[in-house]
């Protein structure tokens, strides 16, 4: 193995919230969000952070369950996912259909 290589973002898709969002999309929307999926999968830290695809940014207003910070990102067509980095875990805490509601 390549000692400079970079580690995969590991993924926690186990909050209930989170879950609840996902099983109440359209299959396609569920497409586009397990495509997202597949993606980060393949991807370490840094190409996360730089993807212009995604539009990862912090949010400001709000911190997580453990005052951890969290981030919004485009997951699929017209909504954004929440989440919070925990070491090589990107922990995906819920989806949101507005951007919006993503920071409230």
């Known amino acids: 193995m390549n000692p400079t290589a970079k580690k995969a973002v590991l993924l926690d898709l186990n909050n209930p919230v989170f879950q609840k969002n996902l099983f109440s999309l359209s299959k396609q929307e569920q497409r586009e ?12 830290w840094d190409q996360v952070y730089n993807d212009r695809g995604l539009k990862w940014e912090v949010i400001l207003s709000r911190s997580g369950p453990h005052g951890e910070k969290l981030y919004s990102f ?23 259909p507005d951007h919006d509601s993503t920071y409230q």
């Not at 969000?33 to 370490?44: A, I, P, Q, R, Y």
């Not at 067509?77 to 949101?96: N, P, Y």
């Open 74 to 96: 485009r997951i699929g067509k017209g909504f954004r996912g929440l989440a919070c980095r925990e070491g090589d875990w990107m922990r995906i805490l819920s989806l949101h």
């Open 33 to 44: 969000v397990l495509g997202t999926l597949k993606k980060l999968s393949k991807m370490d």
